[in-house]
C-alpha cells in the first residue's frame, strides 16, 4: 500500500477509536443547536427592536381587504392600497419598499401576506413584526369592538415573498435557512473540530518524539498529505453521523407530528449545496494546514494550542458581526471578509446560501480559496520541516521568516 | 568486504555552523560499527543525512551503494536517539503500522510482531494501551519496532540511553545476536567502555571532524602507546625518570616514558618492596584515547 495512504489509515482508525472524537460527535450538535435557540430567541428580541427601523422606510403600502386596520394608522411612509397585484408589482420593480396584504379572512385562516425587496433577513423579519404591531395598535383603539379580542388572541401567520434584485423571487423562511444554517453547522463542526484533531495529531507526534522516526519512513510530504485524508475521512464520518442523526430526527419528529413544521424543500437553495460542500472542504484544508504548522513549531500539544488560538480567533472573527452579514450579504464587511483567508470560505457559503452570488463570484471564490489551500499547504510544509525536529524549543522568528522566504 | 555504507566529504552546516566537516568512512557488511562522539560532535546530523532526514550540503551518503530512498527501509531498523511511541495505540497496531509503512504486509507484520513479542516476555500485553505499559516495557517495544522486521542494517542513535540495565543487558545480548546473522549495526554512543567490548570497527569525531577510524585495535594502537596494568600490594614506588602513572592502593596503570622498554619497569618495581600480584602489557583503552583526541581540540 501506497505509503500515503498507510498514515491515512492509521490517522483514521487512530482517531475515530477515541472516545473523545464520538463526545464531539454526539455532544457538540447538541451544544450547538442550544447556542443557536439562545441566538434565535434573542433574533426575535431584535425583531421587536426592528419595527423601528421599518419606520424609516419610504414607502409601504397595506392593502386591507378585511377592514382591520385604523385609518389613523396610515400615514407617510405607510400608504393605503386597493389591489394587491398592483402593489406586488410596484415592489418587484422597485417603486415601493414592501406591501401588506391583510386578505378578507385573514381573522378566520389566521393568515396575512407580506411582499418586500431583498433587503435582508432582520428587516423581512421587521415587516411581519410592523405588520402585526399595525392589528394590535388598531385592536387597542377599538377595545370595545368584538373583533379586537380576535385580532389580539388570534395568532397570525405570514406569507412571505421577497423579490431579489432583478425582480425574481426569492425564498424566505424555514426553507431560506435551512440551507445556510446546516451548511454553516456542518463547516464550524467538520472545519474546527476537525483542525484540531490534525493539531493535536502533528503535536502530539512530535511531544512523543515520533516524527524523526516517521520519517525515516516515509517523507514529510507523504506524512502530512496521509493524516490530511485520514483526518478528512475522519471529518466526512462525523457528517454522516451528524446527517443521520439530523435526518433521523427530523423523520421521527414529522412521523410523530411533534414538528409541525410545512417545509417546502423546493423553496430551499438546494442547489447551493455541493457548492458548500466544495467551499467547506477547502476550509477544512486550508484550517487543516494552518494547524500543521502549528503544531509543527508547538513544543507540546498545550503549547501549539495556545499558538492555534490565535488562528481560532480569525477564524470566528465573522460571527462577532453576524447579524450585519445576515442583513447585508453583499455589503462591504462581507465582501471584505470574504477574501480574507482565515473566513474566506465560511463567508463564502453564508453568502451562496443567502442571496445570490453571480456565477463568476462562486467561481472566484472557489479559485482564492484553493490559493489559500495550496499556500498554507506550502508554508505548513515548510514549518513543519523546520520544527518537527526541534525539541524542547520554538524555531526563532528569525529561523520561521527564513524558512518561509526561502524558494523551493 | 561488502560495504553497506559509504560516507564521503560528508559535510553540513545549520546557518553558520558546521555541524559536520568533510567526514569519511565506511562501514562493511556484519560489522558491529561505534560511531564515537561527545554531544554535539554531528553523530545525529549525520544518521539524519544518511536517512535523508537531513539534507547534506555536500558530500556521497550511500546505504548498500546508492543513496537512500524510503523503500530501503524495509532492510534498515532506525532507533533514533529522541524516541518515543504513541502512548493512545494498541501495541499490537503499532506493529502494524512501522511494518506497513516499511511496505510489509499486514500478515507479515503480525507474524514479525508476535515472534518479537513472545520474545521479550510482552505477547500478553499485545492488545493493550501503550500508556498501560511500564517504561521498561514500553522501551522494549520501541527497539522492537526497530527490529521486528528482521533488518539487514540497524541505525541506533544511542541506543543505550534511558535503558534501565535489565533492558541494556538485553540489548548486547540482541547484538551478540544479530551479528551471529549477519546483521550490521551502526550505533552511536560517548559510552566508551561499552564500545570496547562490542565493536569490530570505529568511527571517532569531534566537532564534526573525523578524528579516528579503524578497528578498535587499531585506533588504541595509533593513538596511544603500551601501558602497563599492575595489581600489588605494598607501597607503589614513584620513578617519573622511567614512567608516569594512575595508582589506588592496589592497583596502577603505568605509561612509559619514550624509549623505556617495560621489561626494564618490571625489574625496577621487582627490586622494590612491593608484591606483584599480576602485570600486564596492554593498549590504552579507548576510553583514554577518546579523552586525549577530545583534549586535542
Known amino acids: 500500500m501506497n505509503r500515503m495512504l498507510v498514515v491515512a489509515k492509521f490517522e483514521y482508525l487512530k482517531t475515530v477509536k477515541r472516545k473523545a472524537f464520538w463526545f464531539a460527535t454526539l455532544f457538540m450538535p447538541v451544544m450547538i443547536v442550544v447556542i443557536m435557540a439562545v441566538s434565535a430567541f434573542s433574533s426575535v428580541e431584535g425583531s421587536k427592536r426592528l419595527e423601528q427601523v421599518s419606520e424609516s422606510i419610504d414607502h409601504i403600502t397595506v392593502i386591507d381587504e378585511a377592514g382591520l386596520i385604523s385609518e389613523s394608522l396610515f400615514s407617510d411612509p405607510v400608504f393605503k392600497g386597493d389591489s394587491f397585484e398592483q402593489a406586488r408589482q410596484q415592489v418587484q420593480s422597485g417603486e415601493t419598499d414592501a406591501v401588506v396584504f391583510f386578505p378578507e379572512d385573514t381573522l378566520t385562516s389566521g393568515s396575512y401576506q407580506v411582499v418586500t425587496k431583498d433587503v435582508g433577513l432582520f428587516q423581512t423579519f421587521g415587516y411581519q413584526g410592523f405588520a402585526e404591531a399595525l392589528i394590535q395598535q388598531s385592536a387597542y383603539e377599538r377595545i370595545d369592538d368584538p373583533t379586537a379580542i380576535a385580532m389580539i388572541t388570534q395568532p397570525l401567520s405570514s406569507q412571505v415573498t421577497v423579490f431579489g434584485e432583478n425582480g425574481q423571487t426569492q425564498p424566505f423562511g424555514v426553507e431560506r435557512f435551512i440551507v445556510p444554517g446546516v451548511s454553516l453547522l456542518f463547516f464550524f463542526l467538520s472545519v474546527f473540530i476537525s483542525g484540531q484533531y490534525m493539531l493535536q495529531s502533528v503535536a502530539e507526534e512530535k511531544e512523543n518524539r515520533m516524527i524523526e522516526n516517521l520519517l525515516s519512513m516515509v517523507s514529510s510530504r507523504s506524512l502530512i498529505f496521509g493524516k490530511l485524508l485520514g483526518l478528512t475521512g475522519a471529518a466526512f464520518t462525523q457528517l454522516i453521523v451528524w446527517a443521520v442523526l439530523g435526518g433521523g430526527a427530523v423523520i421521527f419528529g414529522i412521523a410523530n407530528e411533534s414538528i409541525d413544521v410545512a417545509i417546502d424543500f423546493s423553496q430551499a437553495p438546494l442547489e447551493t449545496i455541493p457548492v458548500n460542500i466544495i467551499f467547506t472542504l477547502l476550509g477544512f484544508l486550508f484550517f487543516a494546514s494552518v494547524m500543521t504548522g502549528v503544531g509543527g513549531i508547538g513544543t507540546s500539544y498545550k503549547d501549539s494550542q495556545s499558538l492555534s488560538s490565535v488562528f481560532v480567533i480569525l477564524s470566528v472573527l465573522p460571527f462577532y458581526f453576524i447579524t450585519i452579514l445576515l442583513s447585508d450579504p453583499n455589503g462591504v464587511i462581507a465582501q471584505v471578509v470574504s477574501y480574507f483567508p482565515f473566513t474566506s470560505a465560511m463567508i463564502f457559503i453564508l453568502r451562496n446560501s443567502i442571496t445570490t452570488l453571480s456565477p463568476l463570484e462562486v467561481g472566484f471564490g472557489l479559485l482564492i480559496n484553493l490559493v489559500y489551500v495550496a499556500l498554507a499547504g506550502l508554508l505548513a510544509l515548510k514549518l513543519f520541516n523546520l520544527g518537527s525536529l526541534m525539541y524542547n524549543r520554538r524555531p526563532k522568528m528569525r529561523e520561521i521568516m527564513h524558512v518561509l522566504l526561502k524558494r523551493g | ?297
Request: proline fraction near 3%.
Open chain 2, 1 to 297: 568486504m561488502k560495504k553497506i555504507i559509504e560516507i564521503k566529504d560528508f559535510t553540513k552546516s545549520f546557518g553558520s555552523q558546521t555541524a559536520v566537516d568533510n567526514l569519511s568512512f565506511d562501514v562493511y557488511e556484519g560489522d558491529i560499527f561505534a560511531f564515537l562522539g561527545s554531544n554535539g560532535s554531528g553523530k545525529t546530523t549525520t544518521i539524519r543525512c544518511l536517512l535523508d532526514i537531513y539534507t547534506p550540503d555536500s558530500g556521497t551518503l550511500h546505504l548498500f551503494g546508492r543513496p537512500y530512498e524510503f523503500s530501503m527501509s524495509k532492510d534498515i531498523g532506525y532507533l533514533p536517539e529522541e524516541r518515543g511511541i504513541y502512548t493512545r495505540s494498541r501495541v499490537i497496531d503499532l506493529f502494524v503500522y512501522f511494518g506497513n509503512l516499511r511496505g510489509i504486509s499486514t500478515k507479515d507484520a503480525l507474524d514479525n510482531a508476535h515472534q518479537y513479542l513472545e520474545r521479550v516476555g510482552l505477547i500478553e500485553h499485545k492488545d493493550k494501551q501503550v500508556s498501560q505499559l511500564s517504561s521498561g516495557m514500553q522501551q522494549k517495544v520501541q527497539v522492537g519496532l526497530a527490529l521486528q522486521h528482521h533488518p539487514r542494517l540497524l541505525l541506533l542513535d544511542e541506543p543505550f540511553k534511558g535503558l534501565d540495565p535489565l533492558n541494556r543487558q538485553l540489548f548486547i545480548e540482541m547484538f551478540k545476536e544479530l551479528k551471529e546473522q549477519g546483521v550490521t549495526i551502526v550505533y552511536s554512543t560517548h559510552v566508551i567502555d561499552e564500545a570496547q567490548r562490542l565493536t569490530d570497527r570505529l568511527v571517532i569525531i569531534n566537532d564534526g571532524k573525523r578524528k579516528a577510524y579503524g578497528t578498535t585495535e587499531e585506533v588504541r594502537k595509533t593513538h596511544g602507546s603500551e601501558h602497563i596494568h599492575l595489581e600489588f600490594t605494598g607501597k607503589f614506588p614513584k620513578r617519573s625518570e622511567l614512567y608516569t602513572s594512575v595508582s589506588t592502593t592496589k592497583t596502577a596503570e603505568i605509561i612509559p616514558n619514550k624509549g623505556v622498554d617495560p621489561e626494564e619497569i618490571l625489574q625496577e618495581l621487582l627490586a622494590s618492596d612491593l608484591r606483584i600480584i599480576s602485570f600486564r602489557i596492554d593498549l590504552p583503552s579507548l576510553n583514554e584515547v577518546f579523552i586525549a583526541l577530545s583534549k586535542d581540540e
